[in-house]
């Protein structure tokens, strides 16, 4: 369980497909999202869970609000590349449920998890180029940078749409302001580095000061 100042994040289980289920159809979810599929079932979801527990290249977290435990979205790390040591990364909150920050909240957790838990030093995504929500959580709040454009890859709403590739690595994390509070909170107040970049170093000094 990782727990951060307004959510948490743990592994999928059974009574959260109900909840999985509504999200992956939630309107304004489907529009936003990269990926697009039919709606999907509860019974598809229980066979889904099965075998998500048993990839090793996917691994997904329920997203809760941290004050009552509900399950409020889901993230997790898809395409883990372990010889060049990335993966992408992506959140999706149902509209409504979460409190505001919760996205930033989440993005932040599974940064410091993936680059000082896991053992990434990139993470990658991609995002629809009216999605205002998610650039202002991934790109202005956290840091992730803007590394291309595939024009008109993706059909949404009658149109076609452009598609950023953004991504963030493990030293521009580190230069985060908050990123040493996140790295404490995944990996507790006694976490030190070896190799960690200065900035987090620097901050880890004041937070235990
Ligand atoms: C994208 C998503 C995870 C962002 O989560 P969130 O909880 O709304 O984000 P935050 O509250 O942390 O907001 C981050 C910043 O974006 C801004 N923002 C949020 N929603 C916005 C919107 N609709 N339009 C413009 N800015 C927005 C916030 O104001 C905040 O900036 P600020 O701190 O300067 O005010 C969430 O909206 C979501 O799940 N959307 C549907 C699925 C989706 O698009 N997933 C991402 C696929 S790439």
Redesign the pocket.
Known sequence: MLTGRLVALRPMVATDLEFLADLTNAG??RT???GWDWPVTVDAQREWLAQTHRDGRNRRLTVTDAATDEPI?MTGLWEIDWHNRSALS????M?GR??????????MLMMAWSFYEVGLRRLH????DF????????V??CGWRIEGRERQAVFRRGDWRDLLRVAILRSEFDELPDSAEYVERVCGAAHRSADAGAGVVRQLAEVTR
């Open positions: 304004p979810v936003h999202v990269v979205g992506a959140v999706k909150l509209p979460a409190p505001k920050g919760a996205g930033t909240d989440s993005i995504s991609t995002i629809l999605n205002a929500a998610s650039l202002g959580a991934y202005r709040r």
